[in-house]
């Protein structure tokens, strides 16, 4: 027995409201990040992570409220991302009750953002999220793309994971853009091609429609973690019946 | 009458979130006033101390000298119901291999020490580092206060790289294993320490939290 592997579900949150629609049966407001956070931790959520699309400063603040409101009475990690730019920006997350943030575009943008942030709160709390298409498929070949999957970079995917953990990365949260929003599961080979060349935590994200994607990105994709969304979102699974799907495949998890 | 209330301090010297150690023991208790600070006073006169957290130990060690609280810590540590929580576990040791070599507090005399790598599990898989995630903790004394309502073998959350190794066994009040088996908690008298955070372990963890609020110190 070890480390159980978790399940972490991702709430897409704009100005302060949850977006993408989220259907419990019993819920007052699904559009209550604090509800639905409180939610998923009655469901057995190992975390939850919080991805703040909002563009307005406005916005921002009111994210950092609904960070303090979740801290304050879900006891599981929290992590968020989304417009992690600086490391005023990080201190004022941790500060507020996140766990860890996520930085994306700002890594690409600057490298060495990374590094400072590892180094000034420490590898636990610095996720960096990669979002991956795949361009060639003799040898399979993805690079990193930025701007919520519009803006092409040129970096080969597992080259930057790789450069990232040696910045301080403590965790990769890897998104198959080929495969999000499809429903047809992770990119598994992807996924295992980073998860077997870093020393660090992967999260896989991006394509599940069925508990068996999950399950997968565990065993054949070599993931610690994977993420979703829409399935737990509009009810289709509970996070208690992702789990008991995963028991029943050999897998660890923590019930 | 006017009742007081209890006071715990959760010292403050600068390093990661406190705040959810601070909202967490808020949440466990209501008869208790929970104070986030970094003053001696304070520290001193308060009914319960928790030590906590997070990074790089050199970076926390310099803060608690700066702030000048390393005495007051030691002093507090001798007699107050204590509670240390990942790297302010971790301080408590004699020295950490952290950062090229780092003194801690010596409060336990024992070794921080990294987990090595390649690390595996009985079945050869390779283990990931930083240990992150729900793992399960042993209990090496069951009839500890702090461990009262929590099933053994319960899973708290832990995320770190380094893990303490106490010169004595006696000390150990937990295990779990990643690769290896190392101590997830460390008790003595008035002292109690976890390396996983009760803060993020929701039930078992809040349960951890009630217990050392309700703690006298003492193992009866």
């Known amino acids: 027995m070890g480390v159980a592997k978790r399940i972490i579900p991702c709430l897409d949150v704009d100005d302060g409201r949850v977006v993408k629609g989220v259907q419990f049966v019993d819920i007052r407001d699904a559009g209550d990040p604090v509800e639905v956070a409180r939610r998923y931790d009655q469901q057995g959520a190992d975390e939850i992570t919080f991805l703040d699309i ?15 409101q979740v801290a304050g009475e879900v006891f599981i990690p929290l992590t968020v991302g989304g417009g992690v730019r600086k490391v005023e920006d990080i201190r004022i997350l941790l500060n507020a009750g996140a766990d860890k943030v996520a930085i994306n575009s700002a890594a690409v943008a600057q490298p060495e953002f990374v590094r400072q942030a590892a180094d000034r709160f420490g590898s636990q709390c610095i996720v960096v999220a990669i979002d991956a298409k795949q361009v060639s498929s003799h040898p399979p070949r993805w690079e990193i793309f930025t701007h919520g999957g519009r803006k092409a970079t040129g970096i080969d995917a597992v080259a930057w ?12 949260l890897l998104t198959s853009m080929d495969r999000d929003g499809t429903k047809n599961g992770f ?31 565990i065993t054949e994709g070599h993931a610690e973690a994977v993420l979703a969304a829409s399935i737990f979102h509009f009810g289709t699974y509970t996070i208690a019946e992702a789990k008991e799907a995963m028991a029943h495949a050999g897998i660890e998890v923590r019930r | 009458m006017t009742l007081t209330r ?20 808020e949440h466990s208790s209501d008869r208790l006033k929970v104070i986030v600070s970094s003053d001696r006073q304070q520290i001193l006169a308060a009914d319960r101390v928790v030590l906590p957290g997070v990074g790089a130990i050199r970076d926390c060690l310099g803060e608690m000298r700066r702030l000048e609280l390393i005495a007051t810590i030691i002093e507090v540590a001798q007699n107050k119901p204590f509670l240390g929580v990942c790297v302010g576990m971790q301080a408590l040791m004699s020295e950490s291999e952290e950062n090229g070599g780092t003194q801690a507090l010596n409060l336990f005399p024992g070794k921080v020490r990294r987990f090595s790598q390649p690390l595996q599990d009985a079945r050869g898989t390779l283990l990931k580092v930083p240990h ?17 309502g929590i099933a053994n073998a319960s899973r708290f959350y832990f995320v770190h790289s380094y893990y303490v190794e106490p010169q004595q066994q006696s000390t150990i009040a937990a295990t779990a ?44």
């Open chain 2, 6 to 25: 209890s006071t715990v301090v959760v010292i403050d010297y600068g390093m990661g979130n406190l705040h959810s150690v601070a909202k967490a023991l």
């Open chain 2, 132 to 148: 992150m995630g729900w793992n399960q903790v042993e209990q090496c004394d069951l009839q500890h206060p702090l461990w009262a």
């Open chain 2, 177 to 220: 294993t990643h690769g290896v088996t190392f101590a997830a908690a460390i008790s003595r008298g008035n002292l109690f320490a976890t390396q996983f955070h009760p803060e993020k372990s929701q039930k078992a963890g809040l349960q951890l939290y009630r217990n050392f609020l309700q703690w006298d110190g003492t193992l009866a």
């Open chain 1, 54 to 68: 909002t563009a307005t400063h406005h916005g921002r603040e009111t994210m950092i409220h609904v960070v303090e």
């Open chain 1, 161 to 172: 994971a790789e450069r990232m953990v040696s910045y301080g990365a403590g965790e990769i």
């Open chain 1, 187 to 217: 990119d598994l080979t992807l996924t295992r091609t980073i998860a077997d060349a870093v020393a660090v935590p992967l999260i896989a994200s991006g394509g599940v429609g069925e508990l068996q994607h999950l399950c997968d990105g």
